[in-house]
């Protein structure tokens, strides 16, 4: 698999989080309007069979890259003096509350270097929207307790970047599906605008590809580990709970069932050079559409580290 990196720009504002697997089912939504439903079909077997021929990172800020979940540093502060003693436990506050990286920083730490990290601007502001229920019977608002807010969260960046790992040959309708999922939006309300982007630059990206004595891996994506995954790892979890897209989304019932999800920035300890992506892809996760899946591929970033975590 060879690494691409896709930068962009929110049309708007969102408020679906824009997660891999979202983006996963997302990407397969338009590779399935432009190549067809035989293709479509093909390519939700092979990701079943365990193997995808794209995975996706979550949608990231500008530059930045999730934090590893490093076990914490062993190394005891070789002094006495008062003043060094309080920096070092203002850095370690930082490092614990930091939850972006620069691209430098990020290689650093997963190089098993100690960082200090930069501080960090705003990289969002979510904002409540006042809406009104609709009666379906009548088409008219609820005269009593029909009004809701919904969070919607505006981008503070220039942009925003995804890192994908594709097939050969795959790139271009890869490409292509990318652009196309930007301008039908993605995750709720995407029927009035929300979640849109345009793609700006996408290309190559070699910058993961250089970490000599890689012997694990850190995750930019949400992921479910497969059963032969490695296990010995850090790492942080999130309930999710997911519904059905396009068409399915206003059937009987659109919902799926919970998932737990390992969260960017899970660290894993595989012995040697890591595989391109982990994961896999979930089976019946909708019980009112049965042959559904869920993308839980991982964006595996190669990690030196120094020794088995715990």
């Not at 691409?4 to 979202?22: E, H, N, P, V």
């Not at 996963?24 to 293709?39: Q, R, T, V």
């Not at 990172?57 to 190394?75: E, M, T, W």
């Not at 301008?183 to 190559?204: D, H, Q, W």
């Amino acid at each position: 698999m060879k690494t691409y990196r896709a930068k962009i720009t929110m049309s708007g504002s969102y408020i679906s989080k824009l997660q891999s697997d979202t983006l996963f089912g997302g990407l397969c939504w338009a590779y399935k309007s432009i190549a067809g439903d035989d293709a479509f079909f093909k390519l939700l077997a092979e990701c079943v069979a365990g193997r995808p021929p794209f995975v996706v990172s979550d949608l990231l800020p500008a530059d930045l890259l999730p934090k590893p979940f490093l076990p914490p540093s062993s190394v005891r502060q070789e002094t006495s003096q008062k003043e060094e003693l309080m920096e070092a436990a203002r850095q370690a506050k930082r490092l614990k509350e930091t939850i972006w990286l620069t691209f430098n920083e990020f290689q650093a730490a997963a190089s098993g270097e100690t960082i200090v990290p930069a501080a960090k601007q705003s990289l969002d502001k979510t904002v409540l929207t006042l809406h009104n229920t609709i009666n379906r019977a009548t088409n008219t608002t609820l005269d009593e307790g029909g009004l809701y807010d919904l969070p919607e969260t505006f981008s503070a960046v220039s942009h925003m970047t995804l890192y994908l790992k594709a097939e050969d040959g795959w790139e271009d309708i890869i490409e292509k599906s990318l652009n196309l999922l930007g301008e039908m939006g993605i995750g709720k309300r995407r029927s009035t605008g929300k979640g849109g982007f345009n793609v700006f630059e996408f290309a190559p990206f070699v910058g993961f590809d250089d970490l000599a004595g890689a012997n694990g891996f850190v995750s930019l994506s949400h992921f479910v580990p497969a059963p032969d995954d490695p296990a010995n790892g850090n790492y942080k979890t999130l309930v999710k709970y997911p519904k059905l897209d396009r068409e399915y989304a206003i059937s009987p019932n659109p919902f799926k069932y919970p998932l737990i999800l390992l969260v960017p920035g899970s660290v894993f300890f595989t012995g040697s050079a890591p595989r391109p992506f982990y994961g896999r892809a979930l089976q019946k996760v909708a019980p009112g559409l049965p042959e559904a899946i869920q993308g839980c591929f991982a964006f595996a970033a190669p990690a030196k580290l120094m020794e088995a975590t715990s």
